[in-house]
């Protein structure tokens, strides 16, 4: 037997419960690991409140992790006892140990430290197909981050700086700004007292920006697509304030021929090729100092309620690993 938090009911950080659970052998396909360090992510909290659904309670949540491999299944060729590995999106994250899929995990090379490893598959693989592939940041463009100083934020800042753009980020408070601007963010926006739609309409002379990342949603989606020039990207990757209601297209017209998309990390790492290319982007920009994986916060894995509440009250900036 070992732990992981489970929840019975959906629920607030309270419905997070240190359970024995059975992890048994590994079957056709699978190996068992021993987890090193688990990642703390948004998609958590809405997975234990109910507003992502999960296939059957009780359930382990948590979607990222890394570890050593302790056993493998029947035909598993392709990891070994004693390998190092990290992953996401897997639910069941929250444990001491568990049985994964071969297939989804990512083996680590020795110069990431596991805690780096659990803090970045998931935000970085999300950071990457997000200025790679939703819209592919230019050298010379001037984009928009929403919550800049959060676990995504940050990546998203310094990469977009690295590949050659100017990044215009929000966040809630003057220590976010200068933790934003310290990692590539060259116009923090404290939008609990700024308007941001006239600050990036000054920051861009008028021009409003090809792109905004968006993983605020509700608060946000509206005025985020006000920032945006004609013709301009409107990525909305999450709901941190909330789901984001309804759309009347019609007003993608009246705003300039406006594109909206509301991408997951789920539908672009869902074939092992992607994922593999997708980490392999995300090492090398991190290899190259391009990157830094801010661990801000560390709490003990049984103390998952308390790291929940910290994310859900904006406490937390960068990224967030427990400890099994
Ligand atoms: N689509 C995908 O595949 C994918 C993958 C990973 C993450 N995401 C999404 O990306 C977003 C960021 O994820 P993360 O794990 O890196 O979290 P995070 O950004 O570290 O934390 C969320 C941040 O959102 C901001 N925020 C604004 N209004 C908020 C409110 N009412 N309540 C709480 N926070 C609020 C806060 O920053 P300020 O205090 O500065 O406002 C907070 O720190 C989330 O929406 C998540 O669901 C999506």
């Given at each position: 037997m070992v732990h992981a938090i489970r929840i019975h009911e959906y629920g607030g950080p309270e419905a997070l419960r240190w359970d024995e659970v059975e992890v048994g052998d590994p079957g056709p396909g699978q190996v068992r690991l021993r987890q090193t360090a688990v990642g703390l992510n948004y998609i958590d909290t809405y997975h234990r409140s109910g507003l992502y659904k999960l296939p059957q309670l009780p359930a382990v949540i948590g979607t990222e992790g890394a570890g050593v491999v302790e056993a493998v299944g029947p035909d598993v060729t392709t990891l070994k006892v004693g390998d190092r590995v990290a992953y996401a999106p897997l639910i069941g994250a929250y444990a001491e140990s568990r049985l994964a899929p071969a297939d989804r995990l990512v083996p680590l090379p020795s110069w990431i430290e596991d805690r780096q490893a659990a803090a970045m598959m998931l935000q970085g693989m999300t950071a990457q197909f997000l200025i790679r592939s939703t819209y592919a940041v230019q050298p010379g463009d001037t984009i928009l981050v929403q919550a800049a100083a959060g676990g995504v934020g940050l990546i998203l800042c310094q990469w977009a700086k690295h590949l050659g753009a100017t990044v215009i980020g929000t966040v809630?408070?003057?220590?976010?700004?200068?933790?934003?601007?310290?990692?590539?963010?060259?116009?923090?926006?404290?939008?609990?007292?700024?308007?941001?739609?006239?600050?990036?309409?000054?920051?861009?002379?008028?021009?409003?920006?090809?792109?905004?990342?968006?993983?605020?949603?509700?608060?946000t989606f509206m005025d985020s697509l006000d920032c945006l020039r004609p013709r301009g990207f409107m990525v909305l990757f999450g709901a941190a304030s909330g789901p984001v209601p309804p759309l009347d297209l019609q007003l993608l017209a009246a705003k300039g021929s406006l594109y909206v998309t509301r991408p997951t990390l789920f539908t672009y790492v869902a074939k092992r090729d992607d994922m593999m290319t997708s980490a392999a982007d995300l090492f090398e920009v991190v290899h190259a100092g391009g990157v830094n994986i801010n661990v801000r916060q560390t709490f003990p894995l049984r103390d998952a309620a308390e790291a929940h509440r910290a994310l859900e009250s904006r406490g937390t900036t960068g990224s967030t690993v427990l400890l099994p």
């Open positions: 809630s408070s003057d220590e976010k700004a200068e933790l934003a601007r310290a990692n590539g963010c060259d116009h923090p926006i404290v939008y609990t007292r700024e308007n941001f739609v006239n600050r990036v309409k000054d920051i861009t002379d008028g021009q409003g920006v090809p792109v905004v990342y968006d993983g605020v949603g509700k608060t």
